[in-house]
């Protein structure tokens, strides 16, 4: 079998597959999608759980991708998820298999993902008060997630790991208080600067809770150390919280980027390679799959997306400009 390397005209090379299992969610969160949703992708041109794999599989056999993480939209809404996760592992070399998910279902799902050979879960918590829960997700559903949670630590799917979105006015005070609650149940924290990539273009830098601000506010309450550890391609800079072991991890992805460490690439669930969350153009394999292309034909479509990737995401020129995809449609 040929096999090449994922890398861009910088000399980036991409290792780290996001891949979108659907564009539906569950949860209207607000930095995410309107109140009303979104027009969701017609069923035809989903790739199938058979086109997913098969892509993934040249990804991970042919292109030195080693890490696979499914996400969306809510992938836990897809019906073969525990297939799909299933039949990645058993490519070979083996991917290091993981979900992002709002947890929603995770409860029930978890033994079975397990058993299915997944590795890890992010959870999305940007709060434990459930009224600023329903505020930000429009749902009332923070019982279920912290239910997930725990199936989660329960099945195995460790270290579980939450991701936390601060927004100005409704839960910018409350990092120390969601670190705390993540600590006394060791789960793994970090937060994520909020990025343009909102369905309803409200973003401002403005209203973005800096990096700095997190670090601050966490300050206030806890003893933070750097970890020294180079950030690498790893996007959150982490700091040992009293002294360690625990951690808390901080992902400046606006006001600190790390594109020149930059080690992802992102299939949507339309089949259409992305090499970067920003990016403005898009490789369609879905289409070259449906005409008939071989594996061979698909992995070079692929190696050529990637000389595209520009070198930075550029928020900060003005010449910035949103990509026509949410954040929900290409897959965070
Ligand atoms: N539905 C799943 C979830 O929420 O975990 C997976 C998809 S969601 C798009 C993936 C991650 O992107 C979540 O952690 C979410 O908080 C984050 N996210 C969504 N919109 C964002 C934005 N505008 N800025 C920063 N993070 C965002
Ligand atoms: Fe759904 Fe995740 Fe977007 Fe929230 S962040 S609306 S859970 S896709």
């Given at each position: 079998?040929?096999?090449?390397?994922?890398v861009?005209?910088?000399?980036?090379?991409?290792?780290?597959?996001?891949?979108?299992?659907?564009?539906?969610?569950?949860?209207?969160?607000?930095?995410?999608?309107?109140?009303?949703?979104?027009?969701?992708?017609?069923?035809?041109?989903?790739?199938?759980?058979?086109?997913v794999v098969?892509l993934v599989?040249?990804?991970?056999?042919?292109?030195?991708?080693?890490e696979?993480?499914f996400t969306?939209?809510?992938?836990?809404?897809?019906?073969g998820?525990?297939?799909?996760?299933?039949?990645?592992?058993?490519?070979?070399?083996?991917?290091?298999?993981?979900?992002?998910?709002?947890?929603?279902?995770?409860?029930?799902?978890?033994?079975?993902?397990?058993?299915?050979?997944?590795?890890?879960?992010?959870?999305?918590?940007?709060?434990?008060?459930?009224?600023?829960f329903?505020?930000?997700?429009?749902?009332?559903?923070?019982?279920?997630?912290?239910?997930?949670l725990?199936?989660?630590?329960?099945?195995?799917?460790?270290?579980?790991?939450?991701?936390?979105?601060?927004?100005?006015?409704?839960?910018?005070?409350?990092?120390?208080?969601?670190?705390?609650?993540?600590?006394?149940?060791?789960?793994?924290?970090?937060?994520?600067?909020?990025?343009?990539?909102?369905?309803?273009?409200?973003?401002?830098?403005?209203?973005?809770?800096?990096?700095?601000?997190?670090?601050?506010?966490?300050?206030?309450?806890?003893?933070?150390?750097?970890?020294?550890?180079?950030?690498?391609?790893?996007?959150?800079?982490?700091?040992?919280?009293?002294?360690?072991?625990?951690?808390?991890?901080?992902?400046?992805?606006?006001?600190?980027?790390?594109?020149?460490?930059?080690?992802?690439?992102?299939?949507?669930?339309?089949?259409?390679?992305?090499?970067?969350?920003f990016?403005?153009?898009e490789?369609?394999?879905?289409?070259?799959?449906?005409?008939?292309?071989?594996?061979?034909?698909?992995?070079?479509?692929?190696?050529?997306?990637?000389?595209?990737?520009?070198?930075?995401?550029?928020?900060?020129?003005?010449?910035?400009?949103?990509?026509?995809?949410?954040?929900?449609?290409?897959?965070?």
């Amino acid at each position: 079998m040929r096999t090449q390397e994922l890398v861009d005209r910088h000399g980036r090379i991409a290792t780290d597959l996001r891949v979108s299992l659907t564009d539906r969610c569950n949860l209207r969160c607000s930095y995410c999608m309107p109140a009303e949703g979104l027009d969701w992708l017609p069923h035809e041109e989903a790739l199938t759980d058979d086109e997913v794999v098969r892509l993934v599989g040249i990804g991970v056999e042919r292109l030195g991708i080693t890490e696979v993480r499914f996400t969306g939209g809510e992938p836990l809404l897809r019906r073969g998820l525990a297939d799909i996760v299933r039949r990645t592992k058993a490519l070979a070399p083996t991917p290091d298999v993981s979900i992002t998910t709002n947890a929603l279902g995770l409860e029930r799902v978890a033994p079975t993902l397990a058993a299915a050979g997944l590795d890890r879960v992010n959870v999305s918590l940007d709060t434990v008060r459930a009224a600023d829960f329903h505020t930000i997700t429009r749902r009332d559903r923070l019982h279920d997630v912290i239910a997930g949670l725990r199936a989660a630590e329960a099945a195995g799917l460790t270290p579980v790991k939450v991701n936390a979105v601060l927004l100005r006015g409704i839960n910018d005070d409350q990092a120390p208080e969601l670190l705390a609650w993540c600590l006394e149940r060791g789960y793994q924290l970090r937060f994520i600067e909020q990025m343009p990539l909102d369905a309803q273009h409200g973003w401002t830098r403005e209203d973005m809770v800096t990096a700095e601000e997190i670090l601050a506010s966490l300050e206030s309450e806890f003893v933070l150390t750097p970890t020294g550890t180079p950030r690498g391609s790893a996007p959150a800079e982490e700091f040992l919280v009293d002294g360690g072991p625990a951690s808390v991890g901080v992902i400046a992805s606006v006001t600190r980027p790390f594109c020149g460490d930059c080690d992802r690439v992102r299939l949507t669930a339309d089949g259409q390679v992305r090499d970067c969350l920003f990016a403005s153009t898009e490789s369609d394999l879905r289409a070259a799959m449906r005409a008939g292309a071989s594996d061979d034909e698909l992995a070079d479509r692929w190696v050529a997306a990637m000389l595209g990737k520009r070198a930075g995401h550029g928020i900060d020129d003005v010449t910035f400009l949103q990509p026509d995809r949410p954040m929900s449609a290409i897959g965070g």
